[in-house]
């Protein structure tokens, strides 16, 4: 395996640092199951700091809420909660429910765009790819206020991130059938030609040229549609891992915000004392995301550090021997430790759809243990 040499300059103060979550969520008819188009309804509802919040997305059975910057894990925890509080009475408000799961389990009558130029842009673009039905996923946002440290961090990350988007699996379900695959969220975002693994760049200026190069050929329409697993923000000083399905639960939400904030301290500590990332080809990378995207935790997942295949949480045991002193360091090594206990235990959110659609036979069964889970955090 060859490596390349990383050099940064800057020294930013790495001892703890902030992190936020962005939120996607389905709005269900209770009745059906199926996606409903009330997401104007919803957002015109909330009031007060859920109001704003939230954000419009691309279809009229989503919404999105956005923590603000948090400093440790208790906060991030409470604001999540309140969050889907509130969005959850507005959604019964408007006849819906609000649903974390990471695509729409049965059906979405209603595809078109928000009426907004930039999603009327984006469907004259790509055509029946922007009428997909919906996918929701959860973002984090890590605080890293050097550009050029934070594109070298994403190059470190490249072999880590197949791990954390199985930690997140939650959508094994489509068009009322279990496709085989932890997340099929993952599998319908391929077709859009600006999201996947995050290439490797030898610098900021690279990142950037490589950017306008991609806009001027039309695959974006601007850099914020840069829609790799992870990337310097285009909107906030921070690194920003968009590989996950929204979790069903708080606590995994959590945890993965955990994870991925002690995973950026400690690979960012990393490029500052000279150490390389792994030049791991694209191909390679991109088939340790399938394989993420299929399994989930409960089979085998790529290392791309040694290749080959091992068990999905041999690989987890990996990644918290790595990021151990970095999760003890923001005072986090406690509650993720009981959190993974818990998960290896009870599965991951796609193991636990599948637990019950076996359990019941019934579709509806799963949307109603979706609903009851988002709402109870």
Known sequence: MAYRPTVVDTAPDLSTLTLGVEEEFLL?????????????????????????QSRQEFRHSMVEMVTPVCADLTELRAHLVALRRSAAEAATAAGARLVAVGA????????????EP???????RYGPVA?????????????????????????HLRVWLPVVQAITTNSP?????????????????????SIGPTPYFDSAADYD????????????????????????????????VRVGDVCTEVDD??????????????LADDVRAGVTAPDVRDCLVAAAHWRAAHDGLDGELIDLRAGGTRP????????????????????DLGYVLAQLARLRRDGTGAARQRQVLERTDDLRAVVDDLIARTATG
Do not use: F, K
């Open 312 to 331: 999905a949480w041999a690989l987890v045991d990996d990644l918290m021997a790595v990021i151990a002193p970095a999760l003890l360091r923001h005072g």
């Open 209 to 240: 040229h490589t950017v306008d190069q991609l806009i001027a050929a039309g695959i974006m329409l601007d850099a914020a549609m840069v829609y790799w697993y992870a990337r310097p923000s285009s909107a906030y000083p921070t690194v920003e």
């Open 131 to 155: 009428h997909d039905p919906a996918v929701c996923g959860c973002h984090v946002h890590v605080g890293l206020p050097d550009r050029e440290l934070a594109v070298q961090v994403c190059n």
């Open 253 to 266: 939400a959590v945890l993965v915000a955990a994870l991925v904030r002690s995973l950026v301290a400690t």
């Open 104 to 115: 729409t389990p049965l059906a979405e009558p209603h595809r078109t765009v928000p009426d």
């Open 173 to 193: 379900l489509h068009d009322g059938h279990d496709t085989g695959h932890a997340s099929w969220r993952s599998m319908q975002l391929e077709r859009w030609p």
């Open 118 to 124: 930039r999603y009327h842009a984006m469907s004259r």
């Open 28 to 52: 269900l008819d209770p009745d059906s199951g199926r996606n409903l188009p009330v997401a104007d309804q919803v957002l015109g509802a909330l009031r007060g700091p859920a109001r704003d």
